[in-house]
Every structure is written in structure tokens, then in C-alpha cells.
């Protein structure tokens, strides 16, 4: 089945495969563990039970996503050597120590209170007890904090000089750290994170809500959702906005993909639909508003807009990839605009949980945050081909020494593997959702010293 | 400062301290298949649930340090050891996402264990393989892997994924022996006793094998008067079997776990006696595959002041979770 591929894009295949998999976990327990913190925060503050019931039941949905984060990242780790053993050696010394910064302040953070969150509400006093979710909330903001960095040092390199044996050495730490993306980059993916995370939990309510609109659990999750969505999603429209504006800066051939500008030229058009053809260098099919590209990127119709005939061909990135990627990202973000305005209409009226076509809208708004960071990831993951490091290092030449049916044989292994084990996860997931938020069972926190050992408090039969 | 020595020696620590950990976890796996009740496996299960996480972690620094401080060892061992990484890797999604998965349902239960027994192996075979294939020797030409495609795979790298097997179930056997009671504690001694003797004869086995075939380590260990003092590891080994032993006979609760700790901390000096100054055995030294020394030094700044704080922490939660899990309280909600 593998015929027509390379060893090179088969790696790039399976990392692409792998990553993608993973980063809807984390994407989904940020999101999530801050949540639980909320929740938990709140109900210490007000007494009303509703939060509790609510925090052991988005704990459990936590729990089994936290362990498929942990596992598909462990993958990730080792895999920059198994397929990528050059980038690894030219590269390590620069984005090592980060990933080193990243175990020793986050990963050990989230894993060490995690054991407490989950298992210890009946050893430890309810103070301590929130002071586990917070670390674990603040444990996964710090993961993306370094992880963020790695990646936006490799669109975006700075503060690096070579040395004889090729590696790239470090001048100032702070600028690799802070370098000119990744700021951007940090908070729009923060934010997607609890955008979609706010959009799965409206979800959850909404579906409660369409059996019973009086449930007061599934009220509660449905309207801290739709505040969420109404403040966050246009301010994700902001932030999307300064980033791109930052990459028409730094990576400006991966702006002209994401626009199939294939021509520089003064009023640029904004291309609602297209399909990108690179042979010829036009957008064919093209449905386009003229001037609005020289509008949104440089804030004046009569702009020039820099387009890929600028850059030789063998450093385009593949543009009809990047172009529709881009435009899935920004029709689910201006859904979420939608949704955050018309729920917000619905409270002004009183009516937030009486519209069941906003209901409806809601659950089919669900998943679509995992499909919008996916499609932003490929758009800036793709959109840097053909270079691992921007500008520096070619993909083509970053890649292990490893054949073409080593790789094959690990890719459907991982396909199989994460298809099999990832669904049953997903599937064990949506039935924790199915089940009635209002029916959780609040088991008493310790008022005394702990005595025994791990009970598994917090799970039901299923 | 010798930067590049103390960070060969901070992931040494790493590493050690992920098999200590994670070896009790994936050992309880390997004994599922002689503990057949499923509320013996509920309990024992339960006695690693708060803390597998945190142990796995080590694995990720050890992976994730080595690429920061050794970025050359890294990268040429990786596609060296590339079956048994892939393999490792999959055998822990199996192992990792049971500890959920398993009290997700009842229909699928078996499905689950049987996920945690069969990665839990997979994971542990594949890191004792890894072991015995730098024993070995790995290729390199121009900073990068050049040897053949199964060369990690010898009788000798099997014997010592098998080794690293019975060594895991006897720390998970001792670990249980903490841990539990009753008729789940009996039995763990038994397995402890049994595992310890297998896991001794293979240690003692590896130690006199490799220097018989291999004159490298031979003359590393049999030098006179140079190696004099290595000679303390094999009275050690004596010791600390005679101390394991007479421990699980006298049903010491507490002590089995840490003497077996002991035999794994001597396996672990002569494998490093052995392979050392090489950290990819006889082509790349340490120093060689060090990092620029600015990278060694940012990331040693923060492993001085976190990892204590790190300690404390994981200690801490240790402490929440200790003493016996009992059977009966379990899975109310």
C-alpha cells in the first residue's frame, strides 16, 4: 500500500499521523483542568453543591483524556530521535533543554497531584484537595508554555548561532525562549483550548438539556459554556489575527498559501472558495472579494500583498493544503462568534435553555474546536514545509537513516494501535457524557488524617 | 566543571529512579497471570493507580534530557534501538490507558487486563533488550547509526529483556508485599522469593557471560590491580541476595522492596562500569555527545532547584497513599 511513497514521507507521515492524535488530548485537558479548578474554586466559595456535582463529573471524563494525553505524548518524545535523529542532533542543544524545562516544571507537576486530584478527596482536606486541581490546571498551562516555545523556535528561530559540527548553539536563552512567535502562538492556542473545551461542555449541557430542560447541573454547564464562548471566541478572533499578522512578518510564504496568493499585487482579493492549482499558479473555481486580503493584512485596500511568486518553487509549502486547512479554522472560529452572540441574545431574553434549535446548534458544535485545532496546526506545521526549521533546515534533510518498510511497518502499527485503543477511550468517554450530570453522588471529603491507601472513589460501573 | 559527567550522572539518577518506580508498576502487570481473582487485581491495581503517572515521567526525562544534554547519543540510538523504542512506546499506550479503561466496564474487563499484562511485557522486554543491545556495541559512521536493522536482536539482548522481566516482577512482587494483606500477601511473598532467585541467576549469569566474550569488559573488570576495587559489586550481589531472601522469609513487610532496589542499583553499576566512559558503547563517549556547554549548564541550573522540589512533592504524594489498600473499600461512588 505504500508503493508510491518515500521513506521521508512516510516519517513525515507518522509524525503528522501521531501529533495530530495527540494534541487533541492536551488541546482538551487544559481546557479541562482549568475548568475543574473553577468548578472546584467555586464551590468552595459557594457552598452550592451544583459545582461539586459538576467537578466529579468532568473529573472522571479528565481522568481517562489525562491518561491518553500521557501515553500519546510519551510517543512524541522518543520520536523526534527514532524519524528525525538529525534534526535531533543539529537541534537538541536548542530545543532539548526547553522539552528538558517542560518534564522538570510541568509534566512532573500535572503527574505528581494528579494522583492526589483523582484519588485523595477522602485523605486530604478539601483546601489541599483544590490545591492538587490548581497544580494539575497550572501544571498543563506550563507544558504548553515550553512546548509552544519549541515549536514557534522552529517557524520562527532567533538568538542561535552553528557550530563546527553543524549543531545550532544557543547565544541568549531569552531569546530563543521568547522568540518573535511565540507569544501569538501561546495564546492562540491557549485560548483554542478552552474555547473547545467550552464548546464540548455546552455540548454535554445541551444534550441534557434537550431530555430535561430543568436540569439544574446540565443549566449550569450549558451557561458557564455560553459565557465562555461569548467572550472568548471573538477575542480568539483578535488574537488569530495578531498571529497572522505576525507570520505575514516572519513567514510571509505561508500567509500567501493560506490566501492562495500565488501573485503579488495591490488590492488583493480575499478568496472565499478556491481550489488552489500550483502547476498553473492560480486559484481556479475562484470566489473572491477584491481588496479584502490587503484590507485584513495590512489594514488598507490599496496594499501590496506579497504572494508566493516572490519565493522559488522549491520553497513553497503545499499551498491547497494550507489554504483549506486555514479556511476550516476560521469558518468553525466564526461559528463559535455565532454561537457565543446568539446564546448571548437568548440570555438578554431569558430564554438561554428554552431555543432547542441553539440547543441543537450547541451539540453540533461540540467536536468542532478538536477539528479547528487540527486544522490551525496543519496550516502552521504544513504551511512551514519545506523546512523542519525555518528558513534553515530542510525536512528533507532533518530525517533518521531509517528504510522505507522500518517506517511503514511502525506507521500501521501506530495507526492500528492508536485507532484501537484511542477509539475505545473516545467511546468510553461519550458514554460518561451520556450519563445525567444531576445524578452524581457527592461522597464526603476527610475531616480527619488519612489512614488507608488508594481507594478508587470516583468511578461508577458503567 | 566536567558539565557533561554531572549530567551522565543526573541521568543515570533519572533513569534509575524511572526503573525503581515504573518497575513495581509494570511487575504487578507481569504477575496478573498467576493472580486470577479479579478483586486481588482491583486491589493490586489500586496500589499503583495514584502513582504510575508520576513514575512514567522519569521515562520522559531520561528521553527528553538525553536529547537536551546528549543530543548526539540521542539521535544515533534511537534509530539504532528502533524496534524495540516503537515496540516500548506501544506496549505503554496498552499498559497506561488500562488503569482507566479497566473500571470503564465490566463487559470488556478482561479485554483491559489482559491490555496491561501484554504491554506491561512488551515494555518491559523491550527496555531489557535495549540494555543488552548497548552491552553490544552500536555502529556509527559520520554521527549517525550505521549498523544493520535487527542488530539489536541477539540471544544475548533477549536473555536480557527476560532478565529485566523477572527483575520487574520481583519488584512488583515486593512492592505488593507492602502494600497488601491476607491471602494476596502470602501469595506475593511466594512470587517474590521465586522471582528473586531466577532474577539473581541471570545477573550472575550476564556478569560472567559478557566478560567471557567480550575481552573489553573483561579486562575492565579483571585488570589487577586496577579493578580491585570493582570486585565489591559481586560481594554486594552476595549480600544483598542473602539479605532479600532471608527478608521475604522472615515476612519483613517493608524491607523486601528496598533490598531488591539494592540488587537493581549494583545491576545498574555494572552496566555503567561496563559501558563507561561510552554512552553509546564503543563508538560515542559522553563528552563526545555532549550538548555545547551553555545548553548544559541552562537545563543543569533548573534540574538542581527542581528536582528537590520535584522529590518532595512525589514524595509527598507517596505519603498521602501509604500504608495497606484495603479490599473492601473500593468502588462506591
Known amino acids: ?462 | 566543571m566536567d558539565y557533561a559527567l554531572i549530567w551522565a550522572i543526573l541521568i543515570s539518577v533519572a533513569v534509575f529512579a524511572y526503573v525503581a518506580l515504573d518497575g513495581f508498576d509494570l511487575g504487578i502487570a507481569l504477575l496478573f497471570p498467576w493472580f486470577k481473582k479479579e478483586e486481588d487485581r482491583d486491589v493490586m491495581m489500586n496500589t499503583v493507580a495514584p502513582v504510575w503517572d508520576g513514575n512514567e515521567t522519569w521515562l520522559v526525562l531520561g528521553g527528553g534530557g538525553l536529547l537536551a544534554v546528549f543530543p548526539l547519543a540521542y539521535s544515533v540510538l534511537m534509530p539504532a534501538l528502533y524496534m524495540p523504542v516503537i515496540a516500548m512506546l506501544l506496549g505503554l499506550i496498552f499498559r497506561g490507558v488500562a488503569f482507566e479503561y479497566r473500571f470503564k466496564t465490566k463487559r470488556a474487563k478482561g479485554v483491559w487486563d489482559l491490555s496491561f499484562i501484554i504491554g506491561s511485557l512488551i515494555a518491559a522486554l523491550s527496555q531489557g533488550i535495549m540494555l543488552g543491545a548497548m552491552l553490544q556495541g552500536i555502529e556509527v559512521t559520520d554521527r549517525a547509526y550505521s549498523g544493520g536493522w535487527f542488530d539489536w536482536l541477539t540471544p544475548f539482548s533477549f536473555f536480557c529483556g527476560i532478565a529485566v522481566v523477572i527483575g520487574y516482577m520481583m519488584l512488583g512482587a515486593t512492592w505488593l508485599v507492602m502494600k497488601t494483606k491476607g491471602d494476596l500477601q502470602r501469595q506475593s511473598y511466594r512470587a517474590g522469593w521465586y522471582s528473586a532467585i531466577l532474577l539473581v541467576a541471570c545477573i550472575a549469569f550476564v556478569s560472567l557471560y559478557l566478560p567471557y566474550v567480550d575481552s573489553y569488559i573483561a579486562e575492565r573488570w579483571f585488570t589487577y590491580p586496577a579493578s580491585v576495587g570493582l570486585w565489591v559489586l559481586p560481594v554486594l550481589l552476595v549480600v544483598i541476595t542473602l539479605g532479600l531472601l532471608r527478608s521475604l522469609q522472615k515476612r519483613q513487610e517493608g524491607r523486601p522492596y528496598l533490598w531488591g532496589l539494592g540488587l537493581f542499583l549494583l545491576s545498574f553499576a555494572g552496566f555503567a562500569v561496563s559501558i563507561f566512559p561510552y554512552l553509546v558503547p564503543r563508538s560515542i563517549t559522553l563528552w563526545q555527545a555532549a550538548a555545547p556547554e551553555n545548553s548544559l549548564k541552562f537545563l543543569l541550573v533548573g534540574a538542581v532547584v527542581l528536582l528537590p522540589i520535584i522529590f518532595a512533592y512525589t514524595g509527598y504524594t507517596y505519603w498521602v497513599f501509604r500504608g495497606k489498600v484495603d479490599p473492601n473499600s473500593g468502588y462506591h461512588d
Open chain 1, 1 to 462: 500500500m505504500f508503493e508510491s511513497f518515500d521513506a521521508l514521507f512516510l516519517a513525515r507521515f507518522q509524525f503528522a499521523f501521531t501529533i495530530a492524535f495527540h494534541i487533541i488530548f492536551p488541546a482538551f485537558t487544559i481546557g479541562v483542568a482549568s475548568y475543574l479548578a473553577v468548578l472546584e474554586g467555586l464551590y468552595l466559595k459557594t457552598r452550592n453543591p451544583v459545582y461539586q456535582k459538576l467537578f466529579r463529573y468532568w473529573v472522571k471524563i479528565f481522568a481517562v483524556a489525562f491518561g491518553m494525553g500521557v501515553v500519546s505524548g510519551i510517543v512524541m518524545s522518543y520520536q523526534f530521535g527514532t524519524n528525525w535523529s538529525v534534526f535531533s542532533d543539529k537541534a537538541g542543544p536548542v530545543i532539548g533543554p526547553l522539552m528538558g524545562y517542560e518534564v522538570l516544571t510541568a509534566f512532573f507537576l500535572e503527574a505528581g497531584f494528579l494522583g492526589v486530584m483523582l484519588f485523595g478527596m477522602n485523605k486530604v482536606g478539601e483546601k489541599l484537595h483544590f490545591f492538587a486541581t490548581l497544580m494539575v490546571a497550572i501544571g498543563t498551562a506550563i507544558s504548553a508554555f515550553w512546548i509552544l516555545s519549541v515549536n514557534s523556535w522552529m517557524q520562527t528561530p532567533a538568538g542561535y548561532a552553528m557550530n563546527d559540527v553543524g549543531q545550532f548553539v544557543v547565544t541568549d536563552w531569552f531569546e530563543v525562549v521568547f522568540n518573535p512567535s511565540f507569544p501569538y502562538r501561546l495564546a492562540h492556542m491557549l485560548l483554542a483550548a478552552y474555547l473547545t473545551v467550552a464548546f464540548v461542555v455546552g455540548a454535554v449541557g445541551a444534550w441534557h438539556l434537550l431530555k430535561d430542560k430543568t436540569n439544574a447541573a446540565a443549566r449550569k454547564m450549558f451557561s458557564m459554556a455560553m459565557w465562555m464562548a461569548l467572550i472568548v471566541a471573538p477575542l480568539q478572533v483578535f488574537v488569530g489575527d495578531l498571529h497572522g499578522l505576525n507570520t505575514q512578518e516572519y513567514q510571509p510564504a505561508k500567509v500567501a498559501a493560506m490566501e492562495g496568493h500565488f501573485d503579488t499585487e495591490a488590492r488583493a482579493p480575499l478568496y472565499l472558495f478556491g481550489l488552489p492549482n500550483e502547476e498553473t499558479a492560480e486559484v481556479d473555481y475562484a470566489l473572491k472579494v477584491p481588496g479584502l486580503a490587503s484590507i485584513i493584512l495590512k489594514h488598507d485596500i490599496n496594499a501590496e500583498v506579497t504572494g508566493l511568486d516572490q519565493f522559488p518553487r522549491e520553497d513553497w509549502p503545499p499551498v491547497a493544503t494550507v489554504f483549506w486547512s486555514f479556511r476550516i479554522m476560521v469558518g468553525i472560529g466564526l461559528l463559535m462568534v455565532l454561537a457565543g452572540l446568539w446564546s448571548g441574545l437568548q440570555r438578554l431574553r431569558g430564554k438561554l435553555y428554552d431555543n432547542s434549535l441553539l440547543l441543537r446548534f450547541s451539540v453540533f458544535m461540540g467536536p468542532m474546536g478538536f477539528v479547528a485545532v487540527i486544522a490551525g496546526w496543519i496550516v502552521t506545521e504544513v504551511g512551514r514545509q519545506p523546512w523542519v526549521i525555518y528558513g534553515l533546515l530542510r525536512t528533507a534533510d532533518a530525517a533518521s537513516p531509517i528504510d522505507k518498510a522500518g517506517v511503514a511497518g511502525s506507521l500501521i502499527a501506530f495507526i492500528v494501535v492508536y485507532f484501537l485503543v484511542f477509539g475505545a477511550g473516545t467511546f468510553y468517554i461519550l458514554r460518561k457524557m451520556a450519563a445525567d450530570p444531576a445524578k452524581v453522588t457527592i461522597p464526603e471529603y476527610a475531616k480527619h488524617k488519612p489512614t488507608m491507601a488508594a481507594e478508587r472513589i470516583y468511578d461508577e460501573e458503567a
